[in-house]
Each structure stands twice: as C-alpha cells, then as structure tokens.
C-alpha cells in the first residue's frame, strides 16, 4: 500500500514554525466556537503530524472543545506579507511536552517580537501578549485534513492537496 504525501512540503513547514501569528479555533458540541493564540509549532519531521502550543489557563474553552470532538482549524499568518496558510484536523487532542518544548516556544517568542517588531510593535509588548509560565504550557498535536492558502488575492482559499 502506498501512503499519500503529507500535505505541507519543507517550506510550509518551516514558516509553520517560524515567527508567525498562530490563532486556533475549535467548537464545542453545541457549536459554540472558541478561539485561542497559539505559542509556537513544531512539525514532525515526515510532516504529516502539527503541534501547537498554549497557555492552558487562556485556552481552557478551546482545549475542552477538542476533547468533544477533535475538530480544530489553525490559521498561521505573516503579518509584515499577510502570507497564511489555514490548516484543518479532526484529530486535534493535548499530547505530552517533548523536553525541548520550553526552548522551542521560547524560540518561537522571539522570532514573533522580531517579526512584528519591523512593523512597530514595542517589544515588552509582545513578551507580554506571550508570556506564559512554564507549568501553564500545553501542547495539541494533529493531523492536517486538509490545507488551504489564505494569503490575500487570486489563490486565496487554494487547496495545498489532498487529505492523505
């Protein structure tokens, strides 16, 4: 049997984790949505899992959503270029930190006050919109169903592939 490709190339993988603005979104079962700031991404090395970081106190809502039904749509944004991607899953669920975790979404931090910094946002600003305590960090792994180019313009809402 011949396993399909995933559906983020190298590329899209390395701006999945680079300094970009991550917003989740889930719904819970009477489909009332949530919506939360993510901290970070790492993408597994065949690019076929995704996880996303959060502060458990301020994504309380959305963590209970995927625990009802897994469903979950992510949308990582540039904001100096506007560049995203939005990338869907019905498998989304809390998975255990790695150990490098802390670092990454550290790392993360300051690739997001670089990023928007260009664009005059003061950096003790943007620390503090991140910050979150080490013991608060969570991690919610998925499996992208689907993906779609959401950069303003002609290709706006174009498939990256097929599901695998």
């Known amino acids: 049997m011949h ?3 995933p559906l983020l190339d190298a590329e899209h993988a ?3 984790e680079g300094g970009v603005s991550i917003t989740a979104g889930a719904r819970d079962g009477r489909r009332v949505p949530t919506l939360a700031r993510a901290l970070g991404a790492r993408v597994s090395a065949d690019r076929g899992r995704v ?12 963590l ?7 469903a979950l749509a992510v949308v990582f944004n540039e904001p100096h270029t506007h560049r995203a991607l939005q990338i869907k899953a019905t498998d989304a669920g ?8 802390g670092r990454r979404v550290e790392a993360y931090r300051q690739a997001f006050v670089d990023e ?3 664009l005059g946002f003061p950096e003790p600003l943007v620390r503090t919109l991140l910050r979150v305590p080490d013991d608060d960090l969570v991690a919610v792994a998925f499996t992208p169903a689907s993906a779609h180019l959401q950069t303003p313009g002609p290709q706006a809402g174009a498939p990256l592939g097929e599901a695998p």
Do not use: M, Y
């Not at 996880?51 to 959305?62: D, N, V």
């Not at 809390?94 to 975790?101: A, I, S, T, Y």
């Open 51 to 62: 996880t996303i970081f959060f502060s458990r106190r301020q994504a309380g809502p959305l």
């Open 64 to 70: 209970a959503a995927l625990q009802e039904n897994g």
């Open 3 to 5: 396993a399909s490709p």
């Open 14 to 16: 390395a701006f999945l």
């Open 94 to 101: 809390e998975v255990p930190l790695d150990p490098g975790d």
């Open 116 to 118: 928007v910094g260009r």
